[in-house]
């Protein structure tokens, strides 16, 4: 399936979406993206997951840094925060601790997440704030049209690379397992269907969770890590890996040239949220 074409069960899902009385997830305002992009693939994932769960559209916030991917709150029918770049969890995080019944998606891309938002990632992974960030990885500056960003490749030429890149890309997935995240996936654009279940999963847990989406810049990146090599590449994780097993998770995030799709880690513990509540019978005691 071409990662422009709509599955069918998209249509089947907003029929009784209408049916029931519920309110479309999808917006009137179009995706601005390039033609091509994977973008579009993350959008219909994020509105079928909030139909499938059957998410009230008045109780879910999407959040927003700066770049292509920041968009991300235009094009759907929920409310939305789009606020500065690499700013987006410090904003997210603020959102669910000032109301926990919100469901709270942030956005953004590995420029905004990982470049000026960085020092905010292992914070919010640590805390296991009850959100989740869905990370867009295109490695590439697109909105300012082609800079190097911390996951391009070596050897990418840009305009601030005119003589190629000689910096190995970061890998985002060791960093937030490591940082403490307690839900860590990674999905492929060019595969929706996979993509929609991976953001549905995503939402379930209750802590802190991280989807890095593998989504090649069709514009800009001139490498061999195009949509057709890249979906030659990608695999599934083993039928037999634990993803109770921190290590296993790890050992899998470091290839990265067939990287691996599906859920890496899980852990249930205590959210923000939850230990705000203890601080609050502390100091509260027999007052309440």
């Not at 997830?25 to 601005?32: D, V």
Request: proline share 6%.
């Amino acid at each position: 399936m071409s990662i422009l074409e709509k599955p069918v069960f998209v249509d089947v899902k907003l029929r009784e979406v209408k049916e029931s009385g519920r309110l479309d997830y999808r917006s009137r305002s179009l995706p601005t993206w390039c033609p091509g992009c994977g973008y579009f693939s993350i959008v219909e994932g994020v509105t079928s997951a909030c139909n499938e769960m059957g998410i009230n559209r008045d109780n879910a916030v999407v959040v927003s840094g700066i770049g292509c991917s920041s968009r991300f709150p235009f094009f759907v029918n929920l409310f939305g925060f789009h606020t500065l770049h690499g700013r987006v969890l410090p904003v997210a995080t603020g959102i669910k601790t000032a109301n926990n019944k919100l469901t709270v998606i942030a956005v953004g891309g590995d420029g905004d997440g990982f470049a000026i938002g960085g020092g905010h990632v292992p914070h919010a992974a640590k805390r296991n704030v009850d959100i989740t960030y869905l990370l867009f990885d295109n490695g590439i500056y697109g909105l300012t049209k082609g800079q190097t960003s911390p996951t391009s490749a070596v050897g990418l030429r840009t305009s601030t690379t005119p003589f190629e890149n000689p910096e190995r890309p970061l890998n985002p997935l060791m960093m937030v397992l490591t940082y403490g995240a307690s839900w860590v996936g990674q999905s492929y654009a060019g595969r929706p269907d996979h993509l929609r279940e991976m953001i549905t999963q995503a939402v379930a847990h209750r802590g802190f969770s991280y989807l890095h989406i593998l989504s090649p810049c069709v514009t800009f990146d001139k490498t061999s890590k195009t949509y057709v090599n890249l979906g030659q590449a990608v695999r599934e994780l083993p039928p037999d890996h634990d993803s109770s097993n921190l290590m296993a998770a790890l050992e899998q995030a470091q290839d990265t040239e067939t990287p691996a799709i599906g859920l890496f880690y899980q852990q249930f513990r205590p959210t923000l949220a939850d230990t705000f509540d203890k601080v609050i019978a502390k100091a509260t005691g027999d007052k309440g």
